[in-house]
């Protein structure tokens, strides 16, 4: 059965970039792929988080995976640390990873130029632990945003690049994935660009109807179409993107229409956007503080996901720590 990889960094709320990006895949996958599903703790170090906040950052992404519908029956949920194997995995990695290559890559670009002053060999090596964390299962496929393309690029470059050195087949090429379907920006409603956690224009699981809507009516858009079929600016796009994933066919059409006949009223657009959006999320907010409150399921849960992850993780380090050529005495 092929083999299904992802994860999400232990960086606060899950948001609806989170969501629709990766998260409402993992559910979709599990009943049909042998699956690994995990918290990054070591990917959010990069931004050095207070140690009293740490263990937190993680209870809250697990305790939101598993009131999302994430299955510990189907699915192994484990945390990144817990798997000793992907640190070993990511040192041997890092020899055939090479600066110019890695210096390149779009996200390491963009967080240079917003924290010069944090500009760390992590996050330079991100995309070789996140290529450690795919390939020490041999996941063929990886459910994630359209934002870690480039990522997925790396670790099937690096996979190649092992595979041939040492002459074996080791690791097969993971292919970033979402149902036959183009990967997904979710925008933020600021005007421009995705939605992320460090843009501070999430929406998020854990947000109440109250909070959703006084977000949604914030949204940045324009003074309204003035000659019928124009071109939407990008803020009203992204209202509209936005739109085209939580809402109904009709719904979409019935305020495409209105935009192109210059009749759109975006109060109107955006009070059905935060009552759609809260369709989606509203069951999944009322399961997060009860999931979050029983420690012993959680951690019922997290020694079941490691010792799946750990019996994956260690055969493959056993093949490749043999190609690389350590032997025992
Ligand atoms: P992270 O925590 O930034 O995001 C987790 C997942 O959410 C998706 N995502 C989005 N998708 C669409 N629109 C958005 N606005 C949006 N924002 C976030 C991301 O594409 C991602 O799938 N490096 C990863 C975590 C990671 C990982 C891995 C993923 C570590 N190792 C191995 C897959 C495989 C990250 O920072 O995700």
Same mark, same amino acid.
């Given at each position: 059965?092929?083999?299904?990889?992802?994860?999400?960094?232990?960086?606060?709320?899950? $948001?609806?970039?989170?969501?629709?990006?990766?998260?409402?895949?993992?559910?979709?996958? *599990?009943?049909?792929?042998?699956?690994?599903?995990?918290?990054?703790?070591?990917?959010?170090?990069?931004?050095?988080?207070?140690?009293?906040?740490?263990?937190?950052?993680?209870?809250?992404?697990?305790?939101?995976?598993?009131?999302?519908?994430?299955?510990?029956?189907?699915?192994?949920?484990?945390? *990144?640390?817990?798997?000793?194997?992907?640190?070993?995995?990511?040192?041997?990695?890092?020899?055939?990873?090479?600066?110019?290559?890695?210096?390149?890559?779009?996200?390491?670009?963009?967080?240079?130029?917003?924290?010069?002053? @944090?500009?760390?060999?992590?996050?330079?090596?991100?995309?070789?632990?996140?290529?450690?964390?795919?390939?020490? $299962?041999?996941? $063929?496929?990886?459910?994630?945003?359209?934002?870690?393309?480039?990522?997925?690029?790396?670790?099937?470059?690096?996979?190649?690049?092992? @595979?041939?050195?040492?002459?074996?087949?080791?690791?097969?090429?993971?292919?970033?994935?979402?149902?036959?379907?183009?990967?997904?920006?979710?925008?933020?409603?600021?005007?421009?660009?995705? /939605?992320? !956690?460090?843009?501070?224009?999430?929406?998020?699981?854990?947000?109440?109807?109250?909070?959703?809507?006084?977000?949604?009516?914030?949204?940045?858009?324009?003074?309204?179409?003035?000659?019928?079929?124009?071109? /939407?600016?990008?803020?009203?796009? @992204?209202?509209?993107?936005?739109?085209?994933?939580?809402?109904?066919?009709?719904?979409?059409? $019935?305020?495409?229409?209105?935009?192109?006949?210059?009749?759109?009223?975006?109060? %109107?657009? !955006?009070?059905?956007?935060?009552? %759609?959006?809260?369709?989606?999320?509203?069951?999944?907010?009322?399961?997060? %503080?009860?999931?979050?409150?029983?420690? %012993?399921?959680?951690?019922?849960?997290?020694?079941?996901?490691?010792?799946?992850?750990?019996?994956?993780?260690?055969?493959?380090?056993?093949?490749?720590?043999?190609?690389?050529?350590?032997?025992?005495?």
């Amino acid at each position: 059965m092929e083999i299904v990889l992802s994860g999400i960094r232990s960086t606060g709320h899950l $948001h609806l970039g989170n969501y629709f990006g990766a998260l409402r895949n993992y559910i979709k996958m *599990q009943d049909e792929y042998n699956c690994y599903f995990f918290i990054a703790d070591l990917h959010s170090l990069t931004t050095h988080p207070h140690p009293d906040d740490f263990h937190s950052g993680v209870k809250t992404i697990l305790a939101e995976y598993l009131a999302s519908g994430l299955d510990p029956e189907k699915s192994a949920i484990f945390i *990144q640390s817990d798997v000793p194997e992907i640190v070993e995995l990511y040192v041997l990695l890092n020899m055939i990873a090479y600066k110019g290559e890695l210096e390149r890559t779009a996200s390491f670009k963009e967080k240079v130029r917003k924290n010069p002053d @944090n500009v760390n060999a992590g996050l330079l090596t991100y995309p070789v632990l996140m290529a450690a964390d795919i390939l020490v $299962h041999r996941a $063929h496929k990886v459910p994630v945003g359209k934002d870690q393309e480039q990522h997925l690029e790396i670790a099937r470059l690096l996979a190649r690049r092992f @595979n041939n050195l040492y002459g074996v087949e080791v690791f097969p090429e993971p292919q970033a994935f979402n149902f036959g379907s183009d990967l997904i920006k979710v925008p933020g409603l600021d005007g421009s660009g995705k /939605m992320g !956690k460090s843009e501070g224009n999430g929406i998020y699981l854990y947000d109440d109807e109250k909070t959703i809507h006084k977000k949604v009516m914030k949204a940045v858009t324009d003074a309204g179409p003035t000659a019928p079929d124009s071109k /939407m600016p990008e803020p009203v796009e @992204n209202l509209f993107t936005l739109l085209k994933i939580v809402s109904d066919k009709e719904t979409v059409d $019935h305020f495409t229409k209105a935009y192109n006949s210059c009749t759109i009223r975006y109060g %109107d657009l !955006k009070k059905q956007l935060a009552a %759609d959006i809260c369709k989606h999320t509203l069951p999944i907010r009322e399961r997060i %503080d009860d999931i979050s409150n029983d420690s %012993d399921y959680l951690a019922k849960v997290v020694r079941k996901g490691r010792e799946k992850a750990r019996a994956s993780a260690s055969a493959t380090l056993a093949e490749v720590k043999r190609a690389v050529g350590f032997r025992s005495f």
